[in-house]
């Protein structure tokens, strides 16, 4: 690690949260034990001082904490911008696991125009090979696209990832989710008729299950849309 982030990094760790954050990781993720919005916090300084591009330079992505910072950092420069846009790719090839790519997803802020102009890249990444690319490219959709104007789009997005991947598939699930909570008229005709695993759907049916803005009746009803485990692709394993 550069003399210059361990300064940055080394007084906020804490054992006791590094403990607790490595059973939700990966095994033999390298985890130092600095939380989420100490990374966020200091990242964005980083930016603010101009030193953004020289702190990406020095990162080694040995650790996890790194590896966020990299991932932060490259959030506050807009790696929508073309100068940026090899960064975002950088860091996409660094992530493997879900924080990583959950809390990236979360930390962008995208205009208007920038949600026009990424849609096409996310659409060549959902089908991809590389389970992390498929799963950023649904958080992307789930966190940033729930706009009607992008629901059509985004429904039929998700039903064409085939990745059998955990992580990919759950997000779809999730994704599905999070846009019946939104518009559950034409989410639920979505669940009738889609190209979703069975897993997936009904891990989605699932989730939806445990909303607590869903009525009970309508978490009964949706039930009829479970998908048998010989449909559709089948189980999906971790």
């Given at each position: 690690?550069?003399?210059?982030?361990?300064?940055?990094?080394t007084?906020?760790?804490d054992?006791?949260?590094?403990?607790f954050?490595?059973k939700?990781l990966?095994k033999g993720t390298v985890?130092?034990?600095?939380?989420?919005p100490?990374?966020?916090k200091?990242?964005?300084?980083?930016v603010?001082?101009g030193?953004?591009?020289?702190?990406?330079?020095?990162?080694?992505?040995?650790t996890?904490?790194?590896?966020?910072l990299?991932?932060?950092?490259?959030a506050f420069?807009?790696?929508?911008?073309?100068e940026?846009?090899?960064?975002l790719?950088?860091?996409l090839?660094?992530?493997?696991n879900?924080s990583?790519?959950?809390?990236?997803?979360?930390?962008?802020?995208?205009t208007?125009?920038?949600k026009v102009?990424?849609?096409?890249?996310?659409r060549?990444?959902?089908?991809d090979?590389?389970?992390?690319?498929?799963?950023?490219?649904?958080?992307?959709?789930?966190?940033?696209?729930?706009?009607?104007c992008?629901?059509?789009?985004?429904?039929?997005?998700l039903?064409?990832?085939?990745h059998?991947?955990?992580?990919?598939?759950?997000a779809?699930a999730w994704?599905?989710?999070?846009?019946?909570?939104?518009?559950?008229k034409?989410?639920?005709?979505?669940?009738?008729?889609?190209?979703?695993?069975?897993?997936t759907q009904?891990?989605?049916?699932?989730?939806?299950?445990?909303?607590?803005?869903i009525?009970?009746e309508?978490?009964?009803?949706?039930?009829?849309?479970?998908?048998?485990?010989?449909?559709?692709g089948?189980?999906?394993?971790q």
């Open positions: 690690m550069h003399n210059d982030i361990a300064q940055l990094v007084p906020f760790i054992e006791k949260y590094a403990s954050a490595r939700l990966p985890l130092l034990g600095v939380r989420l100490i990374l966020k200091t990242a964005k300084q980083i603010r001082s030193r953004g591009a020289f702190f990406l330079s020095q990162l080694t992505q040995e996890f904490e790194e590896k966020m990299f991932g932060f950092i490259t420069m807009n790696p929508f911008r073309q940026n846009r090899d960064n790719i950088m860091f090839n660094q992530i493997d879900w990583l790519c959950d809390s990236f997803c979360v930390a962008l802020s995208m208007r125009d920038d102009l990424f849609l096409p890249f996310l060549e990444l959902l089908t090979s590389r389970e992390y690319y498929v799963r950023f490219a649904v958080v992307m959709l789930l966190t940033h696209y729930t706009e009607e992008y629901l059509t789009d985004c429904l039929h997005l039903s064409m990832v085939s059998s991947g955990y992580y990919a598939q759950m779809v994704a599905v989710s999070i846009f019946y909570i939104h518009y559950p034409e989410t639920e005709v979505f669940l009738k008729h889609n190209h979703l695993s069975a897993w009904n891990k989605a049916i699932q989730k939806i299950g445990e909303s607590k803005r009525s009970a309508t978490k009964q009803r949706i039930r009829q849309y479970r998908k048998a485990k010989t449909e559709q089948g189980s999906c394993a």
